[in-house]
T-cell receptor
């Protein structure tokens, strides 16, 4: 079966711009989580959505937002980009929330902010 | 706040040798996960440990969990080049009010022929 699909895979933006990343979970999975991975901070939890509701949020500024649609697809948005937002953004899906044992990750969207 | 520490951060091993990666966490939890990440790739789930004393093995990798010591180990037996990757442990504690998955810093493992 198809895995978690993230688009775009690579993108370059400049400071001050905004970006939207998309994640399509595995069919039947209703929980989607987002993580930011950087060399300095490692893997950090951004937020988790289940049935279109945000269940948990990490310690990120309000410039980072997300949403989930009725088909379980999710988007995350980063506004007013800063250089420090350059990172690999990983999406993960699971059938149920807090089900990290069955967490499947996508290939990620690599964002470079210039 | 749940904190997860791994050591070592970097590990170079010769093929055929054994070694252990350690994962310590700061608060009560009975759920720990190990993931593997190849360069430029996503995270692959290796082991899910859901109780004190849990031990799981897959090929040359074996993971264990001691919830009393808040410690998990990933043991590598007779390392081969294909095991070169970065290994992450991660912890959550939904039964103790912490639903967010917190990752360790990762251990970059390089197997030298």
């Amino acid at each position: 079966k198809a895995g978690v699909t993230q688009t775009p895979r690579y993108l370059i933006k400049t400071r001050g711009q905004q970006v939207t990343l998309s994640c399509s979970p595995i069919s039947g999975h209703r929980s989607v989580s987002w993580y930011q991975q950087t060399p300095g901070q490692g893997l950090q939890f951004l937020f988790e959505y289940f049935s279109e509701t945000q269940r948990n949020k990490g310690n990120f500024p309000g410039r980072f937002s997300g949403r989930q649609f009725s088909n379980s697809r999710s988007e995350m948005n980063v506004s007013t980009l800063e250089l420090g937002d350059s990172a690999l953004y990983l999406c993960a899906s699971s059938r149920y929330p807090t089900n990290a044992g069955e967490l499947f990750f996508g290939e990620g969207s690599r964002l470079t902010v210039l | 706040e749940l904190k997860v520490e791994q050591n070592p951060l970097f590990l170079s091993m010769q093929e055929g040798k054994n070694y252990t990666i350690y994962c310590n966490y700061s608060t009560t939890s009975d759920r720990l996960y190990w993931y593997r990440q190849d360069p430029g790739k996503s995270l692959e789930s290796l082991f899910v440990l859901l109780s004190n004393g849990a031990v799981k093995q897959e090929g040359r990798l074996m993971a264990s969990l001691d919830t009393k010591a808040r410690l998990s180990t990933l043991h590598i037996t007779a390392a081969v080049h294909d095991l070169s990757a970065t290994y992450f442990c991660a912890v959550d504690a939904p039964n103790f009010g912490n639903e967010k998955l917190t990752f360790g810093t990762g251990t970059r493992l390089t197997i030298i022929p």
